[in-house]
């Protein structure tokens, strides 16, 4: 089974540039995570969609963060403009429905964001 | 609000040595607990989970933790560890209700051959 796909793997920019990554969920999973991962920290919930509706996005700073799941399947986190403090890995996850019952989610292998 | 804080950064053992990984949680309701893993290179996996029942949970790789709910408890041990289980360990606890999981700032384990 292909896991969680996740693009590009590294990413430099410089502030006030703007960045785009990509994720491609397991297939069939109805609900995606975006976590961001600053060094020395555990991963912190960014955005959940369940299909393509927003369920969570209490932790994203909707100033300069957005992000879109067209179609109920890939999704994609921009940052427009970066700052120095948005340096951290960009983790996706997916599960299946996650209603009332948990549901285990599986990670993709992050894209790491450098900003300068 | 659910939060979980793990005390050691950086645990340095060699091959053989017992393990235990702390973490402790702040919430007073009804508690589900989880350990994951970052392997070198590799993508964070769920190591164990524990939702009710038997406070002594069972999870991959000879990997157990035990709840202890009057210390708030939910500490990772393993009775021998190997080279191989070098890499990062996350406790985490999800927001009542939600599948929105909350994680520690990790500890990283190095073993040494």
């Known amino acids: 089974e292909a896991g969680v796909a996740q693009s590009p793997r590294y990413k430099i920019i410089e502030k006030r540039q703007s960045v785009a990554f990509w994720c491609n969920p397991i297939s069939g999973h109805a609900t995606l995570y975006w976590y961001q991962q600053i060094l020395g920290q555990g991963p912190k919930l960014l955005i959940q969609f369940q299909n393509n509706g927003v369920v969570d996005d209490s932790q994203l700073p909707k100033d300069r963060f957005s992000a879109e799941r067209l179609k109920g399947v890939d999704s994609t986190l921009k940052i427009q403009p970066a700052k120095l403090e948005d340096s951290a890995v960009y983790l996706c996850a997916s599960s299946e429905l996650a209603g009332d019952a948990w549901k285990e989610q599986f990670f993709g292998p992050g894209t790491r964001l450098t900003v300068l | 609000a659910q939060s979980v804080s793990q005390h050691n950064h950086h645990v340095i053992l060699s091959e053989a040595a017992s393990l235990e990984l702390g973490c402790n949680y702040s919430?007073?309701?009804?508690?589900?607990l989880f350990w994951y893993v970052q392997y070198p290179g590799q993508h964070l996996q769920l190591l164990l989970k524990?939702?009710?029942?038997?406070?002594l949970v069972k999870g991959i790789k000879g990997f157990e933790a035990e709840f202890i709910k009057s210390k708030f408890s939910f500490n990772l041990r393993k009775p021998s560890v190997q080279w191989s289980d070098t890499a990062e360990y996350f406790c985490a606890i999800p927001r009542a209700g939600t599948n929105d999981m909350r994680f520690g700032a990790g500890t990283r384990l190095t073993v040494k051959p």
């Open positions: 524990y939702f009710s029942g038997d406070p």
């Open positions: 919430y007073g309701g009804t508690v589900n």
